[in-house]
Each structure stands twice: as structure tokens, then as C-alpha cells.
């Protein structure tokens, strides 16, 4: 089985680190991500075979790198199966490996932050944080609310735009993949085929969570949904 766990890294299923769940569990390191390499990512493993397998095809098909041929006193290699350039640099590991140190405390600034947004969204009758179940760690690359529209007079667009006229860094992640232009196109996907995830979509708001965020500038977002929420309920 092979895992997307790009926005979970830091968290845990019943006790069981994200990156144990899978036989391969693949990471983003992209600069937004808990931690980054600047671009790139990272696969994890307990499988010697898909371990090796993988660092060939990471490195043009070839059996052997330089470190081994080096300590081998060997010069020898061949190219033994298809593959590509897919090696981070030694110094994007040396920033990955470092940031990984730190984030532990990350996910518990992260963690923090969601628990005061609960706390208040909750109480909102037109605001509704997403739910958590039991026995999971949540890493929360997103803090993601849904909008109980038919409790508010006005939609996801407005909503979202007053919160940035407020000055709350707010988003929406993401548009449904089979309505991506690509999709259609290529495979003749249209709105209807997955209509959970299409009203979803239209009800939800990502908003600012990261580790440097500030007490002040948390609560500065709290006061902009709930003011927004209960100006425009009906």
C-alpha cells in the first residue's frame, strides 16, 4: 500500500507515527510544508527491497553511487534498470535533517493554535471546524472550516473576501481534481461525478496556522471569523 502523506508528517494513527501505516508512505518538502527542503520530498520505508529499489531508480537506474564505489575502491557501474535524477543535494538534506530536529515542537505550536480555534469555532453555529477522531494525532499542515451556508447570508467568496479585507491570511484548498481543466479534457470529468466533494468544496476556508504565528495575530483571526460569522447569520 502506498501512502500520501504529504500533509501529515508529525502526525499519528492509534500511536503510529504517519510514515509506519504504509509500506510506502511519501512526503512533500515544499517550502509550505512542516518541513522543507525547498522543493523535493522523501519516502519511508521498512521494506529492504522497495528501500533499494527505489534509491536505483532515484540515481539514473544505477546499481551503485559514488559513496559505495568510494568505499569499495571500486570504479565500476552500470545503468541495471530505467531511471532518473531524482537525488535531493547534501545540503537540502542537511536543512531537512535540521528542521526535522525542530518539529516536534512544531506540531505542538500547530496543535495549539487548532485547540484555541476549536474552542471558539465550536461555539459558532455557522462556522464548523472539521471534525477529529478518536486516537489520531493530528499534524495540521491545514486548519480547514466549513461554512454552514445556509445559515449565513452571504457565500464562501464573500466570506473569504472580507476576511482579507481584515487582514487574515485565509485560502481555500483545494478545487476537486476532477474538475481541473486537465481532467475534464483528458478524461471527460464533469461536476456531478463526486458530489460530496464538490459541496464540500464550496463551504470550506483554510485558515492561518504555522509555528511562528503569534497569540496576537491568532486571536486577530479568531475576531474576523466570528465577527464575519455572526454579522452575516441568519
Known amino acids: 500500500m502506498v501512502a500520501d502523506a504529504c500533509h501529515s508528517l508529525g502526525g499519528s494513527y492509534h ?5 509506519t501505516l504504509a509500506d510506502l508512505s511519501v512526503f512533500s518538502l515544499h517550502p509550505v510544508k512542516h518541513i522543507t527542503t525547498g522543493e523535493g520530498g522523501f519516502i519511508s520505508t521498512d521494506n529492504l527491497e522497495l528501500s533499494h529499489r527505489m534509491r536505483v531508480f532515484r ?9 559505495q564505489r568510494s568505499e569499495d575502491g571500486s570504479w565500476f557501474y552500470e545503468m541495471a534498470d530505467l531511471g532518473y535524477n531524482y537525488r535531493l543535494t547534501d545540503f537540502q538534506c542537511a536543512l531537512g535533517i535540521c528542521q526535522l530536529q525542530k518539529l516536534p515542537a512544531w506540531i505542538e505550536k500547530r496543535q495549539l493554535i487548532a485547540r484555541r480555534y476549536n474552542e471558539v469555532f465550536h461555539k459558532l453555529n455557522t462556522v464548523m471546524p472539521l471534525g477529529l477522531q478518536h486516537n489520531i ?22 466570506f473569504y473576501l472580507h476576511l482579507r479585507q481584515q487582514g487574515v491570511g485565509v485560502n481555500v484548498h483545494y ?17 456531478g461525478l463526486c458530489p460530496v466533494a464538490e459541496a464540500a468544496y464550496l463551504e470550506i476556508l483554510s485558515l492561518p496556522i504555522f509555528p511562528g504565528l503569534t497569540e496576537s495575530e491568532a486571536n486577530q483571526v479568531i475576531d474576523a471569523v466570528s465577527s464575519i460569522a455572526t454579522d452575516h447569520a441568519i
Do not use: E
Not at 540515481?59 to 559513496?67: A, E, Q, S
Not at 478545487?175 to 461536476?191: D, E, M, S
Open 15 to 19: 500511536g503510529r507515527p504517519v510514515g
Open 59 to 67: 540515481n539514473h537506474g544505477i546499481t551503485t553511487d559514488h559513496h
Open 137 to 158: 494525532s493530528h499534524a495540521y499542515h491545514l486548519y480547514v472550516i466549513r461554512l454552514q451556508l445556509p445559515m449565513l447570508d452571504i457565500d464562501r467568496k464573500s
Open 175 to 191: 478545487i476537486p481534481v476532477h474538475l481541473h481543466r486537465f481532467y475534464r479534457k483528458r478524461f471527460g470529468t464533469k461536476p
